[in-house]
């Protein structure tokens, strides 16, 4: 997993994205279809069709970096189309990377009593 700085803001992009897009035309689509600033230190996470493989955008003040992760089983779990861009925090954006519904993690049992 990727270090990313605490407080960012992570966007989703609902729907299918075309996957063969690369930095610069997923970055034009966060301009013109999401209405957002690419270089703003947003990350900014797309889909394929088949919902195995995310890509995400992050501008770290520095330069533009383009991650792809695929799942060998399982889709990643998305928003439906009509929601347009879904704000996450990071630590759903960890779950999400790793399988896990980013939406109802299951938590561990907590023990009630100390002795």
């Not at 999401?34 to 889909?47: A, K």
Request: proline fraction near 6%; hydrophobic fraction near 40%.
């Amino acid at each position: 997993m990727i270090g990313f700085p605490t407080g960012v803001r992570v966007w989703l992009a609902t729907g299918a994205t075309d996957m063969r897009r690369g930095m610069f035309g997923l970055s034009l689509q966060v301009q013109e279809s999401l209405g957002r600033n690419p270089h703003c230190g947003d990350i900014f996470v797309f889909r394929g069709r088949r919902g195995d493989l995310v890509k995400i955008l992050w501008h770290d003040g520095i330069g533009l970096s383009l991650y792809a992760k695929r799942l060998e089983k399982g889709r990643f779990i998305w928003p439906s189309p009509a929601d347009g861009v879904v704000p996450i925090s990071a630590a759903q954006l960890g779950y999400m990377l790793e399988g896990i519904d980013w939406r109802h993690p299951l938590r561990t049992w907590r023990p009630e009593l100390a002795g």
